[in-house]
């Protein structure tokens, strides 16, 4: 007998047992019953250490927080000296509020009248 064969008898046969043993015999439910069983307890004990944990607010920060914060002024810095915008924002202000949502002003508004301007300076 080629093994073919023989995987063609025995795989129905095989299935068919596999079937029977897990639905038939209860063993499916007993499977599913035992892992819920056992998230439940795992979902008990990760919840617990949460609630004990206390938030202690320090006026100084850590030392990560000052690592991770000097890491980040370093990195602005080699971008912009890398794009050449070092200093692009001297000299200015921030808005005191933010624009209009009008479609009378605002940025846009602004710049098509000066292309406006633009082009027709050119004629």
């Given at each position: 007998m080629k093994r073919n064969e023989l995987k063609e008898i025995l795989k129905p046969l095989i299935k068919e047992c596999i079937k029977e043993v897990i639905f038939e015999e209860g063993a499916l439910s007993g499977i599913i019953t035992e892992?819920?069983?056992?998230?439940?307890?795992?979902?008990?004990?990760?919840?617990?250490?949460?609630?004990?944990?206390?938030i202690i607010k320090s006026?100084?920060?850590?030392?990560?927080?000052?690592?991770?914060r000097k890491s980040l002024e370093e990195t602005k810095r080699s971008l912009q000296s890398s794009?050449?915008?070092?200093?692009?924002?001297?000299?200015?202000?921030?808005?005191?509020?933010?624009?209009?949502?009008?479609?009378?002003?605002?940025?846009?508004?602004d710049m098509i009248q000066v292309i406006q301007v633009l082009i027709l300076a050119e004629l």
């Open positions: 892992v819920a069983h056992g998230l439940a307890t795992v979902q008990a004990n990760v919840s617990q250490p949460i609630m004990e944990k206390k006026n100084q920060p850590s030392a990560s927080v000052l690592e991770a794009t050449g915008l070092n200093g692009i924002f001297e000299g200015t202000t921030p808005m005191r509020s933010g624009g209009s949502q009008s479609s009378k002003h605002g940025a846009l508004r």
